[in-house]
C-alpha cells in the first residue's frame, strides 16, 4: 500500500508551538508532530491524501500529512482517501484478464481509462471520472503468484493476484504477520475459473495421458512418445517458467518435479503457441489460453478419465481445475480499490472474465445423461452390492433432474469456503427472482472413503443441511414461495476423484445442486 510521507511546509515547529489556537468548532482537527512536541488544532478544510489545509487563527495553513498525527473524530482517513493503488502477481490475470477489467469498471462508472507504462514495465491504468478528473490510478505489475502474494505481504502491492491457492505456509505467514486470514471471504475473492491443462499438437495420435505419465515426461524418464503409445519421436516439453502458477497446480497434482529438458516461456500463450508449432511437443498451460493445441484427457491413479471443460471445470472436478484470485490485506483499502474488487465480483465482470477466455462462475446445467460418463466411474468403483443398490436409488430420484455447476467445498475450519458463500448468495438471488419456482431443489452431500460408512453418512448429512439452511437465509425464508429445498447425505457415494490422493479427497467432499 501507498504510505505517505509528508513534511511540515508554510510554518516551522518553532512557529506552530507559539500559535494560538482557534476554539473547538464542527470539523476541527489536532495535528501532532511525529515526535509529539509540537501539536496544532484548527478547522480542516481540505485533505486530498497528501496534504492537510486547515483554518487557524493566523490564517489557512498547509500541512503534508505524513510528519503529523491526526486527532479528532473528523479526521480523514487517509488510505481510505488514496486515489492510488497497487496491484501485483499471476501473470495470467495481469495480462489477460486485468487490463480489461479495469476498462470495463471505468466505462460502467461513466468515465474513460487510459494506460501507460513506467520505465521499470508497471502499467499504470488512470481511471477517469466523465469529466475528465482522475479517479483512480492503478498500478499493475505481472509476474506469477508467489511475488503477488509477497507483495502483498509486504505492502508493496494492496492487491495481489494469484492463480492457485494460498498454501499453508502463505497462510500461517500472512497470519503471523498481522496481515489477516487470506482464505477469509473479506480478503479472498475468486474473480474467476481457469484449467491447467497438458497440450499437444492437434496432430498427434495420443489422446489419454494418465497424470504420472506427464510427470515422468517433464522429471525427464519419458523421453520418447512411442513410450506412451504415440510416434517414435523426442518429447520436447514447454512450461512456464519461474514461479507460475500454472506449474504449482500441476506439481501438487502429479507430484512430479521438473528436472528435464524443458523450454521455458514467459506466458501460457507462448506455451500454447510453441506447442502448436510442434508436432512432438506437449506443454503445459491454461485451458483459457489453449488456442490452436489440443488438451489430452486425464487418466487418475485409479482409472477416472477428465476432460477439461467449462462445466467440469466450474464444478472442479477436473483434477487440475484453479481459481483465480484477489486478495487483499486485513488494513484499511482505498475507497477506489474496494470499488473496484466490489466490482470484480459483479455479474458485469463475470462476463468480461468470459469475454477474455476464463470460466465464469455464473450458472451452467448439466442433464444427468450428460453425467453419463461418472455415474459409469462410480459403478466400476462401487464396493459392493450395498453401494450399488444405493446408486441405483439415487440414479433413480435424479432421472428428471438437472445438476446445477454450483458444486460447494468446505474449509477445514468446517465452513463453507468463500467460492461456497458466493455461490449460495448467487443460488439464493435466482430462487428470489423466481427462476426456481414450483421445483425442487436437491441438496446432496458427498464424502470421500475416510471412516465408517454411517460416519460419512452422518457428515453428508451435516453438510446438505448447513448448505440447505444457507440457501434459505440468503432466500429469504419469505421469498421461497413454493420452492422445496430438499437435503440429503450420500456419503461415499459417487466419487469425483480418488480417495488414493489428497486432491481427489478434497474433489469428493462436496454438496452437489440438482433441480427437479
Given amino acids: 500500500m501507498y504510505t505517505c510521507m509528508p513534511k511540515l511546509k508554510s510554518v516551522g515547529f518553532a512557529a506552530l508551538f507559539a500559535l494560538v489556537l482557534n476554539p473547538l468548532q464542527a470539523q476541527e482537527i489536532t495535528l501532532n508532530s511525529l515526535d509529539g512536541t509540537v501539536s496544532m488544532t484548527g478547522d480542516l478544510l481540505e ?49 489477460n484478464l486485468l487490463p480489461t477489467l479495469i476498462e470495463v469498471f471505468a466505462f460502467e462508472r461513466g468515465g474513460d481509462m487510459e494506460a501507460s507504462i513506467n520505465g521499470d514495465g508497471t502499467t499504470v491504468f488512470t481511471v477517469m471520472e466523465a469529466d475528465g478528473s482522475v479517479f483512480a490510478e492503478i498500478s ?22 494469484a492463480s492457485r491457492r494460498a498454501t499453508n505456509n502463505e497462510l500461517a505467514a ?47 524418464n519419458i523421453t520418447n512418445w512411442n513410450q506412451v503409445g504415440g510416434a517414435d519421436a523426442p518429447v520436447n516439453l514447454y512450461r512456464r517458467d519461474g514461479n507460475s502458477g500454472t506449474n504449482a497446480i500441476f506439481a501438487a497434482a502429479a507430484g512430479g518435479n521438473f528436472g528435464g529438458n524443458a523450454t521455458e516461456l514467459g506466458t501460457d500463450v507462448e506455451v500454447s503457441d510453441a506447442v502448436a508449432n510442434d508436432p512432438n511437443g506437449i506443454g503445459l498451460t491454461s485451458y483459457a489460453q489453449a488456442r490452436n493445441a489440443r488438451a489430452v484427457t ?46 470484480a465480483m459483479s455479474p ?29 466411474q462410480a459403478i466400476v468403483a462401487s464396493s459392493g452390492r450395498t453401494e450399488l443398490l444405493q446408486l441405483q436409488d439415487l440414479t433413480s430420484g435424479l432421472l428428471d433432474a438437472e445438476r446445477l ?46 471412516g465408517t460408512v454411517n460416519a460419512q453418512l452422518n457428515n453428508t448429512q451435516d453438510m446438505a443441511q448447513t ?42 467432499n462436496r454438496v452437489e445442486i440438482w433441480v427437479k
Fill in 47 to 95: 485533505f486530498d491524501g497528501l496534504t492537510y489545509r486547515i483554518s487557524m487563527l493566523i490564517g489557512e495553513i498547509s500541512i503534508d500529512a505524513s510528519q503529523v498525527v491526526c486527532e479528532g473524530e473528523d479526521c480523514p482517513n487517509q488510505v481510505a482517501e488514496l486515489t492510488e493503488f497497487s496491484v501485483a502477481g499471476s501473470n495470467s490475470i495481469g495480462v
Fill in 405 to 450: 455447476s454450483f458444486t460447494l467445498r468446505f474449509g477445514s475450519d468446517g465452513n463453507m469456503d468463500s467460492r461456497a458463500v458466493s455461490d449460495v448468495e448467487r443460488l439464493g438471488a435466482m430462487i428470489r427472482n423466481g427462476e426456481f419456482s414450483s421445483r425442487q431443489i436437491l441438496v446432496l452431500g458427498f464424502s470421500d472413503n475416510l
Fill in 298 to 343: 486425464l487418466r487418475s491413479v485409479c482409472g477416472q478419465l477428465f476432460e477439461p471443460s467449462d462445466f467440469s471445470i466450474k464444478t472442479e472436478e477436473y483434477p487440475l481445475t484453479r481459481r483465480l484470485y484477489l486478495f487483499n490485506g486485513e488494513g484499511e483499502l482505498p475507497d477506489v480499490a474496494r470499488e473496484f474488487l466490489d466490482f
Fill in 140 to 161: 499493475v505489475q505481472p509476474t506469477d503468484t508467489i511475488d503477488g502474494l509477497a507483495g502483498l505481504m509486504s505492502g508493496a502491492a494492496t492487491i495481489g493476484m
Fill in 174 to 220: 500472512f497470519e503471523l504477520s498481522g496481515n489477516g486470514s487470506l482464505n477469509s471471504p473479506d480478503q479472498e475473492r475468486i474473480v474467476g475459473l481457469d484449467g491447467v491443462i497438458a497440450a499437444v499438437n492437434d496432430a498427434n495420435p495420443v489422446e489419454i495421458l494418465s497424470l504420472s505419465q506427464i510427470a515422468d515426461m517433464f522429471s525427464g
Fill in 348 to 376: 458485469t465482470a463475470q462476463s468480461v472474465v468470459v469475454n477474455a477466455g476464463f470460466i465464469g462462475q455464473d450458472l451452467s446445467t448439466a442433464s444427468l445423461g450428460e453425467q453419463g460418463r461418472r455415474m459409469a
Fill in 467 to 508: 448448505v440447505r439452511d444457507a440457501i434459505v437465509t440468503a432466500t429469504g425464508r419469505a421469498n421461497l414461495g413454493n420452492v422445496r429445498i430438499s437435503p440429503i447425505g450420500y456419503g461415499r457415494l459417487l466419487p469425483l476423484g480418488c480417495n488414493d490422493t489428497a486432491i481427489g479427497q478434497n474433489a469428493n
